[in-house]
């Protein structure tokens, strides 16, 4: 990504363990990839139907709680070129698309075809990594963060909790027109206060003003599973504004047991980042302890 490459990485597909909840996998975890989850777009073209996909991993991420996925595209029974007598061709060969399936064709049409049929992340993150490709054919001087910036901010709005569904659903047509410039737009993090509420990073802080976390989430985030999203109280936006934003400008995002009372995710405890000062780029404490990692 500091090479100026932009890197789309799949959620995972453990989201049926456990809660699922903090399953998202490497490198899916890393704050400055995009990293992709995926829906079961229920075979239709309006999103209204989809649901996410039971295998699609949550965040956040474990042990730093980096928000992730960023954003969600289809990625049940996606159906792609096939690897002929390759693992999975061989051990699920059901999954091989016969002639007839696609192609008008009587005399063969119970032949294996050219195409096979997979779900998984690893099936959505190519629908983000292609929209990624037509923004940049569009314009070649966008840097990664801008493209991840804009892929997360034209997603199409949903009410999920954001540890499952990120931004929205990949909305490739409103990517590729989208506008606004971002030099850094590494993943917020999320922390599990002593209050009981988890809060995330004001995504205008980290990545400028254009980026509010109403234009990257949506108003309605988490409505579906029962969350309000309620100011920052000052008690923890205290010397951390800066990365907390103003009790005007963070909200908290769910107040889900499964989430916030889930010690797979915090270890048992609170996360400490309510005792982190300074600015989010400079802290070894949140980001790791490479600094090339903190650019
Ligand atoms: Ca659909």
Redesign the pocket.
Known sequence: MRKGIVVVAAAGNDGAVGTGFGTVTSPGNSPDAVTVGAMD??????????VLAGYSSKGPSLIDFVVKPDLVAPGTWIVSARAVSSWLDTQHHELTLQIGDYKNDPAHATQDGAYYSLSGTSMAAPMVAGAAALMIQKDPTLNPATIKARLMKSAVKDTRLVFETGAGTLDAYAAVNATGYAQNAKSPLAMAAGDGFVYIQDTAILWGSTWTQGAIWGGGKGSAAGVSLTPVPQSITYGSGAIWGGTGGAKSTLDNPAVAGSGAIWGGGRSSLDSTSGTVTDDGAIWGGDPDNRK
């Open positions: 777009d229920r075979n239709t073209v309006p999103l209204a139907d989809d």
